[in-house]
């Protein structure tokens, strides 16, 4: 080997040795930018908790002696659909779910599972338990387009609009007159779902539904 090349040779190993060192800088940089801490963890986040993912539904921020400052949380397992308070310190830190989003169309519900299909191809399906969904489940009027997180490839959770405009299927007749008559009745929505309304709601209204408390809101 000529000198000239073993110089090109070192030169070149030197720099393999600068970029190897760069990319692994870079992937730790990458690593604590994707990091949250526990004040990040706010309502809607999406984070790594137990090695799962989860959202945050819930948030309180605590200040306790000594102004020690705690966070208060109710978080959902986005795999199990499990709901748990929990509560993290000053200190915690947590990764960031790599997740996207995809529009998904509910199709039909049938004895607690719920299937879909990707909006843009409707061969591909997929069911969700209704645990998975939550309490709001019973608000989905198949057509419905909602948006899907997708975590590894798959579609793991739904996002409920958090109103809803149904018809309402069945009611005793309405009362006549004043609408700030006092007092509630049960109506069954299109859905099958029954909530409390008031005394003027007759058969054929639409209601305007909060799904995330599942309470009337006003006829539309």
């Not at 209704?130 to 608000?139: C, H, L, R, S």
């Not at 009027?141 to 909602?146: F, N, S």
């Amino acid at each position: 080997m000529t000198e000239t090349k073993f110089r090109h040779s070192v030169l070149n190993i030197r720099i393999l040795i600068i970029m190897i060192c760069l990319g692994i800088r870079y992937s730790i940089f990458e690593f604590y930018e994707k990091m949250l801490n526990y004040f990040d963890l706010r309502k809607g986040v999406l984070f790594i908790l137990d090695g799962q993912p989860h959202e945050v539904l819930e948030f309180q921020q605590i200040i306790k002696a000594q102004d020690a400052t705690v966070i208060r949380t109710k978080v959902k397992n986005l795999l199990t659909g499990k709901i748990v308070d929990r509560t993290f310190h000053k200190g915690d830190s947590f990764e960031e779910t790599e997740s996207e989003t995809a529009k998904v169309k509910f199709i039909y519900a049938n004895r607690g599972k719920y299937m879909f299909c990707r909006a843009d191809d409707p061969s591909e399906r997929f069911e969700l338990a209704e645990e998975k969904i939550g309490g709001g489940a019973k608000f989905l009027v198949p057509g419905t387009i909602l948006d899907g997180v997708v975590y590894e490839d798959r579609v793991i959770s739904v996002t409920l609009p958090i109103k809803a405009q149904l018809k309402v299927k069945e009611a005793a007749p309405g009362v006549k007159g004043n609408r700030s008559q006092s007092g509630t009745k049960a109506v069954v929505l299109e859905t099958g779902a029954t909530i409390q309304a008031p005394l003027f709601v007759e058969q054929g209204d639409i209601l305007e539904i909060n799904t995330e408390t599942g309470e009337y809101s006003k006829r539309v």
